[in-house]
């Protein structure tokens, strides 16, 4: 079988499953969180989140994500799905589902050291973002 430049690429790139979560306030404003420095993509502003751990679904990654950058406490119900992100990275294919909770308890604290910063989802396109994000903006934007 003929096998295209894309899918040879794809083969050898593995899949890493990666939850994130756009928090959005009242005024419906979402919140970043700069990536620190010496981690991958460093610098970068992104939706809190991380890898799943073996075993872990994605809400209850984002709940124990949430609480561990952010201090702040919510459950599964208050985690609604909107969109994913599918992007190949040089060394791993990312598959990143974006959900949005607007109901949590705690006031977010940077508990690793981040910055962070409440925008509105037209002003994401003024910050650097991962590439794999951008497409996640404009769903956003047609949300809020
Ligand atoms: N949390 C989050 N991660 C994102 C976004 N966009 C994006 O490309 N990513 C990527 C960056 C990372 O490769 C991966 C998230 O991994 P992570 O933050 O748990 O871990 P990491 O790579 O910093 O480091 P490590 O845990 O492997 O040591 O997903 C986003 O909006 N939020």
Redesign the pocket.
């Known amino acids: 079988m003929p096998t295209t430049a894309l899918e040879a690429g794809a083969e050898e790139r593995r899949l890493?499953l990666?939850?994130?979560c756009a928090l959005v306030d009242a005024d419906g404003r979402v919140l970043v969180a700069q990536?620190p420095e010496g981690?991958?993509?460093a610098g970068?502003w992104?939706?809190?989140?991380?890898?799943l751990l073996p075993g872990e679904t994605p809400e209850r990654c984002l709940i124990r994500?949430l609480e561990e950058e952010l201090g702040v406490d919510t459950e599964a119900s208050c985690l609604a799905p909107l969109t994913f992100?599918s992007?190949g990275?040089e060394s791993?294919h990312?598959l990143?589902p974006?959900y949005v909770c607007r109901v949590w308890r705690g006031e977010p604290i940077p508990r690793e050291g981040q910055a962070l910063r409440w925008v509105r989802p037209r002003a994401l396109r003024d910050l650097p973002?991962?590439?794999?994000?951008l497409p996640?903006i404009p769903v956003l934007e047609e949300l809020l």
Do not use: W
């Open positions: 890493v990666v939850a994130a990536r981690r991958p993509l970068l992104e939706f809190p989140g991380g890898k994500e992100a992007h990275y791993f990312l990143m974006l973002m991962p590439p794999a994000d996640l």
